[in-house]
């Protein structure tokens, strides 16, 4: 038996997140790694999950848990043995397949990469899926050729996973870096990290003109919508935005005109099927650029029984940093 954040729904369709105790029997078929987890971590896709906010869940019941860090218990997979400390992000893990907010998972081994050296099981998880698209913004940036020297980089959503982990990311890297947030109670927090400025996010949330004031050589969108059409607006000529989240909506409501006079690219970020090289270089990176201090100081950990707590909290936007879950 093993336990595990369950997400159920009956015949009438009401909808049940629960710890369970599962039988191994039931884990699914089709992965090939029997993996003992030891830690995972909540991300918004978590959240939605776990709250059913949005059809994450494409198989039911599920175990939720996009992200998870464990070791090898046993292996059919030529890649894995038992032993080996790996990690997972994404792939369809606690939507379509069995996830990690649990004691045990059966996963792919093509899903799986080695844990960096250099990271525990811990770190890798406080990093989870928001550090890792955090790095994959960053390493987008950077091949646009958007250098420290080349101005200010705004992220925005700051006080979120992915948004948190970009500053200090960001910062180590040399880059000047300005904060958007709808927690001003949080400015002292977000400056430790190594923003040099926070601005409110209403200044990017309202609608705006198609182009305004050039200001970021660079951006790291978290929210989209009316914040990422601002963004592009706001972005100097030549310059990159990374687009990788919707907290304010999936919508777009942008021209045509920051692409067209002002060459500015808009640079898609997907953690889920990036593929094993990028997410190994992405790995590789985050063991090797980040500031695990500052990791540590905006990471709080929690058991598998917080994890349904902490994912509405995700939902209603009052989480600040990266949960980490010890199993
Ligand atoms: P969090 O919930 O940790 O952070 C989201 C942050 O967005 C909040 O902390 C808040 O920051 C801000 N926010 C929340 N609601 C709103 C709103 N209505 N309007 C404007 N800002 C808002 O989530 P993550 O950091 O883990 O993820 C951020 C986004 O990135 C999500 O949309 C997620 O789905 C997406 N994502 C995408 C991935 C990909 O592969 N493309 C992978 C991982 C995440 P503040 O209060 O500071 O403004």
């Not at 884990?27 to 830690?39: C, M, N, Y």
């Not at 890792?132 to 700051?158: D, F, Q, R, W």
Request: one cysteine or more.
């Amino acid at each position: 038996m093993f336990k595990a954040v369950f997400l159920q729904k009956n015949e009438q369709g009401e909808f049940k997140a629960s710890v369970q105790e599962l039988d191994e029997s039931q884990l699914p078929g089709s992965g090939d790694v029997l993996v003992q987890i030891s830690h995972s971590t909540l991300n918004y896709k978590d959240g939605l999950a776990i709250c059913n906010k949005s059809p994450v869940v494409r198989q039911w019941p599920m175990v939720a848990g996009i992200d998870g860090a464990g070791t090898v218990l046993e292996s059919a997979h030529s890649g894995f043995k038992p032993g080996d400390e790996v990690i997972l992000n994404g792939f369809g893990v606690g939507e379509t397949h069995w996830g990690c907010l649990a004691e045990k998972a059966k996963l792919k081994g093509d899903w799986l990469i080695k844990r960096p050296e250099g990271l525990s099981a811990a770190q890798a998880m406080a990093i989870g899926t928001a550090g890792y698209t955090a790095m994959l913004c960053v390493l987008g940036l950077e091949k646009s050729g958007v250098k420290p020297e080349s101005g200010e980089i705004l992220v925005t959503g700051a006080t979120g996973g992915v948004g948190s982990i970009a500053i200090v990311l960001l910062n180590k890297l040399g880059y000047t870096v300005v904060a958007t947030s709808g927690k001003p109670e949080q400015t002292e927090f977000l400056k430790g990290l190594g923003a040099s400025e926070v601005l409110d996010r209403k200044l990017l949330s309202e609608p705006g003109k198609p182009l305004q004031r050039e200001r970021w050589a660079g951006v790291v969108d978290c929210v989209g919508s009316h914040t990422l059409a601002n963004a592009c607006a706001q972005t100097k000529y030549g310059g990159t935005v990374t687009a990788c989240g919707l907290a304010q909506g999936m919508d777009l409501p942008s021209s045509v005109a920051p692409f067209i006079l002002r060459g500015v690219a808009l640079k898609g970020i997907d953690s889920v099927m990036a593929p094993l090289a990028v997410r190994e270089d992405a790995w590789r990176r985050l063991a090797s650029d980040l500031d695990l201090n500052k990791l540590n100081d905006l990471t709080r950990t929690l058991s598998l029984e917080g994890a349904i707590e902490a994912a509405a909290e995700i939902m209603a936007g009052t989480n600040t940093g990266r949960v980490l879950i010890k199993i």
